[in-house]
C-alpha cells in the first residue's frame, strides 16, 4: 500500500525524499506529496505518478533538511492533489503522512467537526492530523505525547510520521499493523515503509513493533515508546541490501529483470542448504522446531494472491514426498473462519513482503490457538518474519515488480526443499529417489537459464499472436493446475486481459463452453503423469477451434503435432516441474502487457504490498 518516507539530518531533504519516493512507488502509485520544514513548512502534492511531483516542484522551494514523503494507494476518497498526503493540521501546525485505514474515522471526524474542525480532503488521515492537534492545543502536550494519545483512541491500522513546526527538530513515528522501519545514519536518521529508501544511506535498522512511537531527533537521539508509555529498547539490526538490486539495471522493467534474475535467485534460495554430492539437505528454520514440524498431524498454509499459488503447489510437494495432510488457505478466507486449530498444527504462511494484513491476521489467530507458526518470506524483518516461531528466508532480493516472479519460484523452491527433507527424514521418499531430487534441485537454475534462453523469441511471437483476446484459459494438471492459476493471474494482473485458470479436467465441467476460435488456451502439459489425459484435454480445445498454446518438455513431438504453438521448457522430476513451467508464463504476460501498453511493473489499481485488509 502507500509508500512512506522521512528525513532528518544535514543534508537536503528534497532529493532522499523523491529517490525514496521513486523506491517506494511500487507500494502505490496514484497521488504524491512532500512536506519540508525551512523556518517554514512547505508542502506540495499532486495527483499522478512522483515524477508528477518532481515537475510540479521544479520551480518551488524546497530547501530544509527534515521533511516527509508519501506515495498514494487510495482507499478513503479519490486519487486527487487534496486527498494526496502529507496531511496538515487545522492550525496549520502539523503535517502527518499515513499508511492504512482508521477504521474509526466517522466516529472521531464528526466529535472534531463539533469542536469546531473543518477538514478539506475525504481521507481518514486528514481525521488523525485534526485528532493530534485537538489534543496536543487542549492539553498542551508534546507531539510525541500527542501523538500517543491520539492513537490509543485510534481503531485501525498506521504507520505514520508527523513534523510539528513548533519543535522541529525531531520526527515521531508510529505503527500498528502497517510497516515502519527506522534507518540510523551518521547524525541523520530515516523513516520508510520499507529500508528500499535507506539502504543506499545506511544499513543500520530498528523494524518498529505494532504500537510502538518513534521520536528521532537532531541532535542524535532515538527514542521508542509503547503506546502505553513504557520506554522500549531498540533492536538494531544490518541489513544486506545491494544498491544494485534495487536499480532497474539494462532492463526495460523491473518485471523483466526480476524473471531473468530467476536462474541466480533460486540458487540463492538453495546456498549452504543443498548439497547433492554430499547427500545432504539443511532447512535451518525447520531444524530449529523439528520435533513439532516432524510430528504435525497437518500442514496449514496461508497467503495470498501469488503466494496462495505457490502455497497449492506446498500441498502437492508435502503429500507426495513427506506423507504430511495439507490445507491451502487464503488468509483472509482463514482469519475470519472459526477455524479447528490447535498446537498439533503448523501454520506456513508465505508472503513475498511479509506484510500482507491478511497473511498476518491469520498467523496471529492461528498463534493464538497453539499451532507453531513457520513464515516463508522474502523481505528481512518484515512483520511476517518477526511474528513466527521459525521460518526461512528465500533471499531472492528486492521484488520491485508488482507482479510477483522471482518470489514465486523462491517460495516454491523453499517447499521444495523442506519437502524434499521432510520425506526423507520422515522415511517417506527412498534414499536414491531423494539423492536425484537433490542432484535436480541443484539443476534448476541452470535449466532456468537455458529456457531463458531458448524460449524468448518463440514467447514474443506468441505473446504478438494473441495480445488482442478479450479472454484467455490456462489449463494444467497436478504441479501444473497452480501453474495455470499463476498464469492466469499474471495476465489479468499486468495486461488487463481475463483470464482464469483451471485444472484441466474441470473444463469439461463449464469453461468448455467459452472455447471458440477467438479463444486463447494456454495448456501446461509437461506432465509425466496423466500425459495422455493432457493430450486428450488438447484435443478438446482443438475440436471446438480453440487456439492452444502449450507448455510441453523438451522434444515432444506429439502435442506439436496437434497446438497451433508449443513452447520448450527443459524436463525434470515432476515436483520440480513448476519451477521451470511458470517461466514461459511469466514472459508471455509480460511481452503481452508491453504490446498493449500497459505499465508492466505499476499495473492499475494494484499495490506490491497489501498492507490493508
Ligand atoms: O507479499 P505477499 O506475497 O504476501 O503478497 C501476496 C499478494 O498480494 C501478491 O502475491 C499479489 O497477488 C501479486 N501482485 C501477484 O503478482
Not at 492530523?129 to 481503531?155: D, F, G, P, Y
Not at 520506554?231 to 541489513?239: A, G, M, S, V, Y
Not at 523481505?379 to 518470489?407: C, F, M
Amino acid at each position: 500500500m502507500c509508500g512512506i518516507v522521512g528525513y532528518i539530518g544535514n543534508k537536503q531533504a528534497y532529493p532522499i525524499l523523491i529517490n525514496g519516493l521513486k523506491r517506494l512507488e511500487y507500494r502505490g502509485y496514484d497521488s504524491a506529496g512532500i512536506a519540508i520544514f525551512n523556518g517554514d513548512l512547505n508542502v506540495y502534492k499532486k495527483q499522478g505518478k512522483v515524477q508528477e511531483l518532481v515537475n510540479f516542484t521544479k520551480s518551488k522551494n524546497t530547501q530544509g533538511t527534515i521533511g516527509i514523503g508519501h506515495t498514494r494507494w487510495a482507499t478513503h476518497g479519490e486519487p486527487n492533489d487534496t486527498n494526496a498526503h502529507p496531511h496538515v493540521s487545522g492550525n496549520g501546525r502539523l503535517t502527518l503522512i499515513h499508511n492504512g485505514i482508521i477504521e474509526n474515522y466517522a466516529l472521531l471526524k464528526e466529535a472534531l467537526k463539533k469542536e469546531g474542525h473543518t477538514f478539506q480532503s475525504e481521507t481518514d488521515t486528514e481525521v488523525l492530523v485534526h485528532l493530534i492537534e485537538e489534543l496536543q492545543t487542549r492539553e498542551n502536550l508534546k507531539i510525541e505525547e500527542a501523538v500517543r494519545v491520539a492513537l490509543s483512541k485510534v481503531i485501525g491500522a498506521y504507520a505514520i510520521v508527523v513534523i510539528d513546526r513548533e519543535d522541529p527538530d525531531k520526527l515521531v513515528a508510529a505503527r500498528k499493523a502497517s510497516p515502519l522501519v527506522v534507518g540510523i545514519g551518521e547524525d541523520e536518521f530515516f523513516v520508510a515503509s520499507d529500508p528500499t529508501p535507506i539502504a543506499e544511506f545506511t544499513q543500520k535498522v530498528v523494524f518498529l513493533n505494532d504500537e510502538e512511537i518513534a521520536v528521532v531527533t537532531r541532535d542524535g537521539d532515538l527514542q521508542i515508546k509503547s503506546i502505553e508509555n513504557e520506554i522500549q529498547n531498540p533492536f538494531i539490526q544490518e541489513l544486506d541490501i545491494k544498491i544494485e538490486e534495487m536499480e532497474k539495471g539494462d532492463f526495460e522493467h523491473y518485471m523483466l529483470k526480476e524473471i531473468y534474475e530467476q536462474p541466480k535467485t533460486v540458487a540463492d534460495c538453495m546456498r549452504g542448504r543443498v548439497n547433492a554430492a554430499e547427500g545432504w539437505i539443511k532447512v535451518g528454520g525447520v531444524d530449529t522446531c523439528k520435533d513439532r514440524i516432524f510430528n504435525a498431524n497437518r500442514f496449514i498454509i496461508a497467503a495470498c494472491g501469488t503466494s496462495w499459488h505457490a502455497g497449492l503447489i506446498g500441498e502437492y510437494l508435502f503429500e507426495e514426498l513427506a506423507r504430511i495432510p495439507v490445507e491451502v488457505e487464503y488468509a483472509s478466507e482463514l482469519r475470519y473462519r472459526n477455524p479447528i486449530i490447535n498446537e498439533k498444527d503448523v501454520v506456513i504462511a508465505l508472503s513475498q513482503s511479509g506484510e500482507t494484513a491478511d497473511t498476518l491476521a491469520a498467523l496471529e489467530m492461528a498463534k493464538s490457538k497453539g499451532a507453531l507458526c513457520y513464515g516463508i518470506v522474502n523481505n528481512v524483518g518484515s512483520s511476517i518474519a518477526r511474528l513466527t516461531h521459525a521460518g526461512s528466508y528465500i533471499h531472492a532480493g528486492p521484488e520491485i515488480g508488482v507482479a510477483s516472479t522471482k518470489a514465486f519460484t523462491g517460495q516454491v523452491t523453499l517447499l521444495s526443499m523442506m519437502a524434499i527433507h521432510l520425506g526423507y527424514e520422515r522415511g517417506t521418499i527412498p534414499r536414491s529417489y531423494y539423492l536425484q531430487l537433490l542432484e535436480e534441485l541443484e539443476n534448476i537454475p541452470n535449466k532456468i537459464d537455458r529456457l531463458l534462453k531458448n524460449a524468448q523469441k518463440q514467447i514474443e511471437f506468441i505473446a504478438g499472436e494473441i495480445k488482442d483476446a478479450p479472454n484467455a484459459l490456462y489449463l494444467g494438471r497436478g504441479y501444473n493446475f497452480p501453474i495455470a492459476l499463476e498464469g492466469a493471474l499474471k495476465l489479468k494482473e499486468i495486461s488487463y486481459i481475463h483470464a482464469e485458470g483451471y485444472p484441466a479436467a474441470e473444463m469439461k465441467h463449464g469453461p468448455i463452453a467459452l472455447i471458440d476460435e477467438n479463444m486463447p488456451v494456454i495448456v501446461i502439459a509437461t506432465n509425466k503423469s496423466a500425459y495422455e489425459k493432457i493430450v486428450s484435454n488438447i484435443q478438446e480445445v482443438k475440436a471446438r477451434k480453440g487456439k492452444v498454446i502449450a507448455i510441453v518438455k523438451e522434444g515432444d513431438s506429439i502435442i506439436r503435432e496437434i497446438a497451433d504453438y508449443t513452447i520448450e521448457i527443459p524436463d525434470t522430476d515432476e515436483p520440480l516441474t513448476p519451477l521451470l513451467s511458470v517461466i514461459p508464463l511469466q514472459l508471455l504476460s509480460y511481452h503481452i502487457a508491453l504490446m498493449r501498453g500497459c505499465n508492466v511493473d505499476q499495473p492499475r489499481n494494484l499495490a506490491k504490498s497489501v498492507t490493508v485488509e
